[in-house]
């Protein structure tokens, strides 16, 4: 049986100085990496041998005060702190991915506003025509994080590539949470992990984030830098998310995504 909770907690500790918790670095003599087990239990006010148990599998359900004083300790957000909860229930049901007619619909009517629909995996499953001007991975079948780390061209499309690939990386795993055996996850990690050695990095960082709108910067080969803001909204009842991407009205990128829209050819 997969040690989530476990990996997670080994994961969390590693990256805790003990000068973040009041602890004193103990110089040279310290052999581990981050806190000791034995040091986050006293922390989090628990017994060394139930923080083992708990880090080596043996128990996978703690209490609610339990994992709330170890979020404390591990200096956890609320994201990640949800996350943790996540990891010591059993794993929910798994929702439709199916992409609802009206969605589809209401994506095709929008010519001058990039949109697409992705899945928990990060693949395009519904875009509209205006989102391929801005990159062909924006494409029904690509997987865009697979795209963003393994495609030269979509790392020169992003200026901030390492914060990008950082956020999808920690969005995929907040995604899935206790869920990390679903087969289509295991296949892109595996393959990811295989021709990236950044996406191992972060992978094995355990980091989460949810899917929150914000601001994208493009250097694309035609219309130059453009700086448009990212609208990620969850699709009810699903376990897609709408992404829409739109300008500052007035703005130079306004204007330079107009132009690229209007390039596009009629519609047969």
Not at 47 to 71: F, I, T
Not at 108 to 119: L, N
Not at 143 to 159: A, I, K
Request: with cysteine; glycine share 6%; aromatic share 6%.
């Amino acid at each position: 049986m997969p040690n989530r909770l476990g990996d997670y907690l080994r994961a969390r500790r590693e990256q805790i100085r003990p000068a973040d918790v009041g602890l004193p670095a103990g110089g040279g003599r310290r052999r581990v990496q981050g806190l000791r087990r034995e040091e986050l239990a006293l922390l989090a006010g628990i017994s060394s041998d139930y923080y083992m148990r708990l880090e080596q599998g043996r128990d996978q359900r703690p209490s609610g005060q339990v994992l709330d004083a170890l979020a404390t300790v591990l200096r956890l957000d609320a994201e990640a702190t949800a996350y943790l909860h996540e990891l010591a229930r059993p794993v929910a049901p798994r929702r439709t991915e199916q992409v609802p007619a009206s969605i589809l619909q209401l994506v095709d009517s929008w010519p001058a506003t990039p949109a697409y629909v992705v899945d928990r995996l990060t693949t395009v499953v519904a875009a509209n025509r205006a989102v391929a001007v801005l990159s062909p991975a924006y494409t029904v079948g690509v997987n865009l994080l697979r795209s963003v780390f393994l495609d030269p061209v979509e790392r020169e499309l992003r200026p901030d590539w390492d914060d990008t690939v950082a956020e999808g990386v920690a969005i995929l795993r907040g995604e899935f949470g206790a869920d990390l055996d679903h087969p289509d996850l295991v296949e892109l990690v595996a393959c990811l992990s295989e021709r990236s050695e950044r996406f191992r990095q972060l992978w094995a960082r355990h980091d989460v984030k949810s899917r929150a709108g914000h601001t994208i910067r493009f250097a694309h080969p035609v219309a130059g830098p453009l700086e448009l803001h990212s609208e990620k909204l969850p699709i009810g009842g699903t376990a897609l998310t709408l992404v829409v991407f739109h300008a500052e009205a007035g703005s130079p990128s306004a204007e330079a995504l107009a132009r690229l829209t209007q390039s596009l050819p009629a519609q047969a």
